[in-house]
Nanobody
């Protein structure tokens, strides 16, 4: 069983930055690929970013590429999402997700590929 707890969300003006954290419990973090998704009001879940278990590779949606950075610290069982140059359209609830027993150098972009999810953290970007 893995528990994921996100933090770091909040209200920020357009152009500002936030850093989201996702702390994982359990012993499987090091063998898990991680991802971030978001859901805006009335919309479907959107993929945001993913990172392999080895941190060897990252992948971003086109809408956040160049502005967001995903990283992980396996010693702290934590994955991060650094969000810069935020836009009002980035407003959403952000969720981290874990894919356990992942292949070493593989990242995952589909919701159904992930095994565990956090409760979400709200990010609101004002114009």
């Amino acid at each position: 069983q893995v528990q994921l707890v996100e933090s770091g969300g909040g209200l920020v003006q357009a152009g500002g930055s936030l850093r989201l954290s996702c702390a994982a419990s359990g012993r499987t973090f090091g063998s898990s690929a991680m991802g971030w998704f978001r859901q805006a009001p009335g919309k479907e879940y959107d993929f945001v970013a993913a990172i392999t278990r080895s941190s060897g590779a990252t992948y971003y949606s086109d809408s956040v590429k160049g502005r967001f950075t995903i990283s992980r610290d396996n010693a702290k069982n934590t994955v991060y999402l650094q969000m810069n140059s935020l836009k009002p359209e980035d407003t959403a609830v952000y969720y981290c997700a874990a894919k356990i027993s992942a292949y070493l150098n593989t990242y995952y972009r589909r919701r159904d590929e992930y095994d565990y999810w956090g409760q979400g953290t709200q990010v609101t970007v004002s114009s």
